[in-house]
């Protein structure tokens, strides 16, 4: 009998184009939806006329990097980008610092982004007491408390378990921060920034529990990093028994320094800092700890003075990617047709469906889900749009969850867990595409 | 009516482990094949009591990345493994290069991989005039020959088509040639090296052609590079109108300058050589070019002399990754619980199932395939044994396809197509394994 988990040929990856659906024949579709003014022959307005180009040097002559060598193939025994991609980088900022980036972050180039795993390289970074950088020789996994045989791992032991592969998105909490309570960059990088996804490769928790015997008293699980913050969380043991994982691969290489080298825990689809980077010990209780980051920090004090604690899944959220402040669409024509695209996630499920409004919410349409769609992954949304140049559009985007939730609007956000905390933010975030294809963020200047 | 192209949450990545198959609980399976070892209680053995490291200064006394701040996050823009990875790289040798590196190939380190990707730094990398580098602003792609709409078009101007992601990777038609005509390096590395796999985005060029109208008498396309090599292969109209894409990411960032930056061909499962890098021109016509590339290279000499030309496909094949050469069992213990794990694939479609011999090819057992399952892509194959180190076992993978390819033995393959040819290798690669752990190539010492 075959073990065989078998995906049809026609997955959505890779199936080919649905022309009734395809952005190119959705004639049937904007029938529906007469708001939007969509052509069925996306993407003609790119061809450009070879005598447009008869005196471009660049077709004419021939290249530099035509006529000479280029660089020998062993140059870099570890690949690096092009130079010319110089500005797909990670940035930080001192208003998210403690001054000195040690406690601090580093926010994902979106803007720039493609498909639904972030390269290595540009994977957004948060740490409390900087980047660890650890021994794998010497690294140690304990696991002790209420369990039958507590253990201790060296790393070449951990990894003898059979492992898995699973594309997860990382977001931190406070994702969408800087614009919430500091609004000083009109930009995607640092509105929502704090977000990365990747292939991550590591052994199923369970598989592991199943091994030591969690004792049935046992209901919290200490995680703790050996880091110097000691970042320490209390997580469910429901959670290590479902979908958790203790991870040492990311995109097919070992995890990166940033990300807790050589281990880290993942709990697909929660808050980014439970994910303990640097794992040091795993200790189960029968009560939770109490620990710093979840009582004076990641816990979100509400209108009525208290806070909520032990809120961990990060909820239904989107954004577009293009355009963004960063990728406007200044170079544009009146007529191209031109990709609204960006991203969704949902840390309860899977994306369901993404609509799109033009006129700041009043009106929404449904975009078209690309590629794999997976649960607590990044899902890619696309939808064609001729730009009339005309008039400023605001431009939105609301993504639904299998499980059924839909992003609410700032201001229905706003009547239910006030102003106060930062974190767990998801309502729905909008462009303001002008005349001339300039973007900027709308609440940028809203006042709530 | 939805657009969505929804993956069922039970896809093969993200389904919980089934006990019934997994290797944990694989009793009545292994009933059936008792020549295997094969315990239920698989990856116990890796259980080490406390006690066994309690004098273990890692555990008892403050590490030293614990103990002191780590680097400030924002050190690298543009992150970069742990310096501990640094065997993990791609290798180059005087017996595959010109002597200069310029013509030449780095290898994967393919006993690294994990998952279905390969980090873009890690890719393996083929150039015929060494790696150029392409300034984006003054890259043009021209499209024409027989086409209604001869076009240029500049970087900006093809990245505004809808793009889509897909998983494929990419091998060169030599891959295997160290060992079969060179046998000189007992490793996988430079057994299988010569692939690697990746998230590519980019348009189908189905998409841009509709645009821009192939004739009904154009049959064949010529694929140029811009580096200095000017790399020419001649490709039929139906694959460009079938899966091939015009591609600009690579698992999620721009394209690196040794895949072709800033854009190249893709023909999933064909021949790399084919698929063009630094692409320059795509020019239609109702023959062929008989290129450099597809006569006097990249051609099969057969037995009675003549040659096989147009062979593009890259049949199914597999290679364990793990034990291999450079990752043995030496420091198993008898009766420790291990994985045997590989990769499997077929340019020609999806992988059906692997299976597994320890000895020599006489005996066949079904791996279980893990994580996603896709077309044209890598796919991970896993077996739980129980290692006895009491006698040299021969270790075997033999993949087959969804379209009732099996890889032949070495012997069958040297039958049907004799020994001159290095190209399109596709035959059963076994490692041997000593009593010690020790892991050697059989094939190294096999007389063809």
């Known amino acids: 009998m075959s073990n065989l988990k078998k995906i049809d040929k026609n997955t959505s990856e890779n199936k080919s184009v649905d022309t009734k659906t395809s952005p190119l024949n959705r004639r049937n579709f904007f029938k529906k939806s007469m708001a939007y003014s969509v052509s069925a022959v996306a993407a003609a307005s790119v061809l450009v006329p070879t005598k447009a180009l008869a005196n471009d040097p660049n077709i004419m002559k021939h290249v530099p990097w035509g006529t000479k060598l280029g660089d020998p193939v062993n140059k870099y025994e570890y690949g690096i980008p092009s130079p010319y991609e110089h500005n797909n980088v990670r940035r930080a900022s001192p208003l998210l610092s403690s001054g000195d980036y040690y406690g601090s972050i580093t926010l994902a180039p979106l803007h720039e982004s493609m498909g639904i795993i972030s390269p290595n390289g540009l994977f957004f970074t948060r740490s409390h007491g900087g980047v660890a950088h650890v021994d794998p020789n010497k690294y140690r996994l304990m696991i002790h408390g209420l369990v039958e045989k507590p253990i201790v791992l060296t790393y070449e032991q951990l990894k003898r378990y059979p492992s898995e592969t699973r594309t997860h998105f990382i977001e931190c909490p406070a994702n969408g921060a800087p614009e919430w309570r500091a609004p000083q960059y009109n930009n995607l990088q640092f509105a929502r920034g704090m977000m ?214 700032i201001d229905e956000e706003v009547d239910k867990v006030g102003v106060e905390s930062i974190y767990h933010r998801n309502s729905i975030l909008s462009w303001e595409v002008k005349e001339n294809g300039e973007v900027n963020n709308v609440h940028l200047r809203k006042k709530v």
Chains 1, 2 share one sequence.
């Open 196 to 409: 990365s996804a990747a292939s991550w490769t590591g052994v199923r928790l369970s598989v592991l529990l199943k091994d030591i015997g969690v004792k049935p008293s046992a209901k919290w699980c200490l995680a703790e990093g050996s880091d110097n913050s000691e970042m320490g969380r209390t997580i469910p043991v429901e959670k290590l028994m479902d979908d958790a994982m203790i991870v040492w691969g990311q995109n097919g290489e070992a995890l990166r320094p940033e990300q807790g080298y050589p281990v880290r825990l993942l709990l697909p689809g929660w808050e980014g800092n439970l994910q303990v980077k640097w794992l040091k010990r795993l200790e189960f209780s029968d009560k939770p700890w109490h620990a710093k980051e979840e009582t004076s920090k990641y816990t979100m004090l509400q209108p009525g003075g208290k806070a909520i604690r032990y809120f961990w899944p990060m909820e239904v959220n989107s954004v577009i990617t293009s355009p963004c402040p960063e990728k406007p669409w200044t170079d544009l024509k009146k007529g191209d047709m031109v990709e609204i695209s960006g991203i969704a996630w949902s840390g309860l499920g899977t994306i369901k469906h993404v609509d799109i409004s033009i006129n700041g919410g009043k009106d929404w349409v449904e975009a078209k889900l690309k590629g794999l769609v997976l649960p607590k992954s990044w899902t890619r949304f696309s939808f064609m749009y001729k730009f009339d140049g005309n008039k400023t559009i605001v431009l939105s985007s609301r993504a639904t969850d299998d499980v059924g939730r839909t992003q609410p609007t």
